[in-house]
Every structure is written in C-alpha cells, then in structure tokens.
C-alpha cells in the first residue's frame, strides 16, 4: 500500500473518529489529523469548532430535562433534519446551516489547516463534511474525499455547489448514494463502499476473524439451537465448520455516546441482570470511552449493586486506546447495546444491536435501517432486562438478527477505501 492519504476527522463525540481509525494505517505516520485540535491551530479557528461542540453537548444532555428538554431539542434538531426521500425531488438547494459555513470560510475558518496539507497534497480524507468543504473552499490541490458516517444525510453533507464540487463521498449503503444525487451531487463523485470498520475485528478481506468470532457468539445466541434448526445451511455457508461451543459466557455491551447520555440505562441494566451476573450466568462490559464521570457514574453503582464479578468497564483516557479497547471487548460480545448512531454499521460484524432511545434525526434513520435490516431489536424497559432478554434468546432472535446484519451489511468498507486510494495515480 505505497499510496498515502491525509486522514482528518474531527473530536467531537466519537462518531467521526471511530470511521478514520480503521483508515489511519494510510495516513503518514498512522497518525490521524483531528481538523478541530491540531498541533498549531490558530485560537480563532478552535474557539469556532469548541463552541460548536459544547452547543450539541449541552443540548443532548438538556434533551432529558422534563417538559423543556424535548422541545428545545426538537429546535436544534430541525437544524440537521433529514427530509423524507420521497417523493424524488431536487434537494440542491443550500439550507441556513451550510450557508452559515460557508460564510465563517470567508472570514478565514480552516484556512490554516488547508494551508498546511498543501504543503504535501496528498489526497484528503474527511470523515467530517466541514474539513472535506474547508479543503475545497481554500484550493486544496489534491483528491478530496468525503466518509458519510450515517444511514441517510442530511443536506449540509453535501457542499453549496454540488454539482461544481470535486469532492468524492464514500457511501456506505445505497440509500446515502440516492439521496446525494438528490442533493445535486454528480454521479461520478459518489462510491459506494461501506462504512470502514476496524481491521482488528475484520482480519484480511477474507475476514477470517470476523467468521470465527461469530461463529462462537452464535452458540451464546441460541441456546435452545431454534435458528440452528431452521437454517444451519445457512450458517455453514457463510461461516464453515462450525465450532462445537463458545469461548466466552454470554456478554452484553452497553455503550453510551460521547457526550455521556444513557448512562443511565447500564445502572438499569446491571440491576435488573444482577442475579444472573452473580450467578456468572451473563457478563455485562459497561463502555464508558474516554469520559472519566461516566466511568466513576459505573464505578460508584457497580459497588452500591455489590457486584464483583463478570462486569467490565471499558474506558480509556486517549481515544485511539479506547477505540483498541472497545474494538478488542466486541470480540468476546454477544449483544450490543447502544442508541443508533455511528455503531449501528457495526452490526455487519454479526453484533445483534439492541437499539436504546435516539438522540436526533439521523439516529432515527439509523434505527429505521437497522430495523429494515433485521440486525437491530428496540430496546424493551430496561428495568426488566433479566425477562424479555432471555425469552428473545430463547427465540433465536439475536442469533438471527446477527446473521442478518453479517449477510446484508457491507462488511469491507475499510478495503473498499483502501483500494480507492491506492488507485489515485
């Protein structure tokens, strides 16, 4: 792989860096650029991107407050809402938010980055849409390339001009591929590829790693062998010889967001799952990322609970050690627990996603895809956890909802990119 790339995302919640870390062994040095904190950014340029930030923290947060949180939600959201696909329609037209990008570009917002990779244009990839406009806005020299990190976008992924722009999208689904032509996006500048997910849990395009550690989950997922008996075929067709039993006990992750919301629903979790935990009839990994009060939140109600044993915290101080830490913890996962967001494409590792409430438009197009998939179960009340779970396990719908999201999902997404990359001459 001799063809290199910058590879920029931003920090703000995980979404946009979980998609560039499976990409940085193309960047020089394996080092990813974060467009919102990199070594020399002028404070102008910060005080833009931290003040953006801190408003969606504050407002996912400010979401569960009673009779005032939804509402003053449903506002910021109707900022980033995605409008319905049909009828087919001429979506071109550029809304308030993309213009208002546009305008902190003339007042020089990102100049100083673009500046800097001019120095070696190699090509560009963004898995955020503003550093991908920021390079085009500003001259940059080189391929521009643009990772969409959702099911469906709306239309600020797409720059003020689309139909003049030179930037490519990497797509990862068909749906993402229609509605940027909607937006005016030319044909040619779309690739659908699939969402880059981590090598680590993948293996080589053969995805042998991917294959054997689905093979031991779907034993935890059928324990009564209901879908085994209806479609070992099947599974034998896509896994091979399968193993005889699983190498881990039947374990749940629960992952919050990056902005710490629904911790709430792991306390929820553990208590209702408590006997069973005691028991070590199930273990329970607690993702808590790189926020330390989500950590100690666990922390403090794992010891309130008296639980010892089978629970797990993920949590790491640097981002690219949680995300090796997360990566590794999904190997030995049954079940995947979390809100749809960026996670929602991982369950083309034949993670079964229990989908907890959405935070915003886009997770609620996300939810509808998983849903369409079949990879994806709503989450029931939590507070009974230790009841529908295990009925649904008896039933065999996890293990059919992780082959569904094995089969149907796009699974080298990470390849695609790479191979995209090493083409540019």
Request: aromatic share 12%; with cysteine.
């Given at each position: 792989?001799?063809?290199?790339?910058?590879?920029?995302?931003?920090?703000?919640?995980?979404?946009?860096?979980?998609?560039?870390?499976?990409?940085?062994?193309?960047?020089?040095?394996?080092?990813?650029?974060?467009?919102?904190?990199?070594?020399?950014?002028?404070?102008?340029?910060?005080?833009?991107?931290?003040?953006?930030?801190?408003?969606?923290?504050?407002?996912?947060?400010?979401?569960?407050?009673?009779?005032?949180?939804?509402?003053?939600?449903f506002i910021f959201d109707?900022?980033?809402?995605?409008?319905?696909?049909?009828?087919?329609?001429?979506?071109?037209?550029?809304?308030?938010?993309?213009?208002?990008?546009?305008?902190?570009?003339?007042?020089?917002?990102?100049?100083?980055?673009?500046?800097?990779?001019?120095?070696?244009?190699?090509?560009?990839?963004?898995?955020?849409?503003?550093?991908?406009?920021?390079?085009?806005?500003?001259?940059?020299?080189?391929?521009?390339?643009?990772?969409?990190?959702?099911?469906?976008?709306?239309?600020?992924?797409?720059?003020?001009?689309?139909?003049?722009?030179?930037?490519?999208?990497?797509?990862?689904?068909?749906?993402?591929?229609?509605?940027?032509?909607?937006?005016?996006?030319?044909?040619?500048?779309?690739?659908?590829?699939?969402?880059?997910?981590?090598?680590?849990?993948?293996?080589?395009?053969?995805?042998?790693?991917?294959?054997?550690?689905?093979?031991?989950?779907?034993?935890?997922?059928?324990?009564?062998?209901?879908?085994?008996?209806?479609?070992?075929?099947?599974?034998?067709?896509?896994?091979?010889?399968?193993?005889?039993?699983?190498?881990?006990?039947?374990?749940?992750?629960?992952?919050?967001?990056?902005?710490?919301?629904?911790?709430?629903?792991?306390?929820?979790?553990?208590?209702?799952?408590?006997?069973?935990?005691?028991?070590?009839?199930?273990?329970?990994?607690?993702?808590?990322?790189?926020?330390?009060?989500?950590?100690?939140?666990?922390?403090?109600?794992?010891?309130?609970?008296?639980?010892?044993?089978?629970?797990?915290?993920?949590?790491?101080?640097?981002?690219?050690?949680?995300?090796?830490?997360?990566?590794?913890?999904?190997?030995?996962?049954?079940?995947?627990?979390?809100?749809?967001?960026?996670?929602?494409?991982?369950?083309?590792?034949?993670?079964?996603?229990?989908?907890?409430?959405?935070?915003?438009?886009?997770?609620?197009?996300?939810q509808k895809w998983l849903?369409?998939?079949?990879?994806?179960?709503?989450?029931?009340?939590?507070?009974?956890?230790?009841?529908?779970?295990?009925?649904?396990?008896?039933?065999?719908?996890?293990?059919?909802?992780?082959?569904?999201?094995?089969?149907?999902?796009?699974?080298?997404?990470?390849?695609?990119?790479?191979?995209?990359?090493?083409?540019?001459?």
């Amino acid at each position: 792989m001799s063809q290199k790339a910058w590879i920029v995302d931003v920090n703000m919640g995980y979404g946009h860096q979980r998609a560039a870390y499976p990409l940085k062994n193309l960047a020089p040095g394996g080092k990813v650029i974060s467009a919102n904190d990199y070594g020399g950014i002028p404070e102008r340029d910060r005080r833009v991107w931290e003040n953006s930030r801190k408003f969606y923290e504050f407002v996912s947060k400010f979401k569960r407050l009673p009779l005032i949180g939804e509402p003053s939600f449903f506002i910021f959201d109707q900022f980033q809402k995605i409008l319905s696909f049909y009828p087919r329609r001429d979506l071109s037209k550029p809304n308030l938010y993309l213009k208002r990008i546009y305008y902190l570009f003339k007042k020089g917002w990102g100049r100083h980055l673009i500046e800097k990779l001019k120095e070696n244009p190699l090509p560009l990839i963004s898995t955020f849409f503003v550093p991908a406009f920021m390079a085009e806005a500003f001259g940059y020299p080189g391929e521009i390339f643009c990772v969409i990190t959702d099911t469906d976008v709306a239309r600020h992924w797409a720059p003020l001009n689309p139909s003049l722009s030179k930037i490519k999208y990497l797509a990862p689904n068909n749906r993402v591929v229609e509605r940027l032509k909607l937006y005016g996006v030319r044909p040619e500048n779309i690739f659908l590829t699939g969402y880059p997910l981590p090598l680590e849990n993948l293996g080589t395009e053969n995805l042998e790693v991917l294959k054997q550690d689905l093979n031991h989950r779907l034993f935890n997922l059928d324990p009564k062998k209901k879908y085994f008996q209806r479609y070992q075929s099947l599974i034998e067709k896509y896994l091979g010889n399968l193993t005889k039993e699983p190498d881990h006990p039947l374990t749940i992750t629960f992952a919050v967001g990056g902005a710490g919301a629904q911790k709430e629903i792991g306390v929820r979790i553990l208590k209702s799952l408590k006997k069973r935990i005691d028991n070590k009839e199930v273990k329970i990994i607690l993702v808590a990322g790189i926020r330390e009060p989500v950590k100690e939140y666990f922390l403090k109600n794992i010891e309130n609970l008296n639980l010892k044993d089978n629970i797990e915290i993920v949590f790491n101080s640097k981002i690219e050690d949680y995300f090796k830490s997360f990566n590794s913890a999904l190997r030995k996962t049954d079940i995947l627990w979390t809100k749809p967001s960026e996670l929602s494409f991982y369950s083309a590792l034949g993670l079964p996603i229990i989908i907890a409430p959405t935070i915003g438009s886009q997770e609620e197009f996300n939810q509808k895809w998983l849903l369409k998939l079949g990879s994806g179960i709503l989450q029931h009340n939590p507070d009974h956890t230790n009841q529908w779970l295990f009925d649904l396990l008896g039933e065999g719908s996890f293990a059919e909802a992780a082959m569904q999201g094995f089969v149907e999902a796009e699974k080298r997404g990470t390849f695609n990119i790479q191979k995209i990359i090493s083409e540019i001459k």
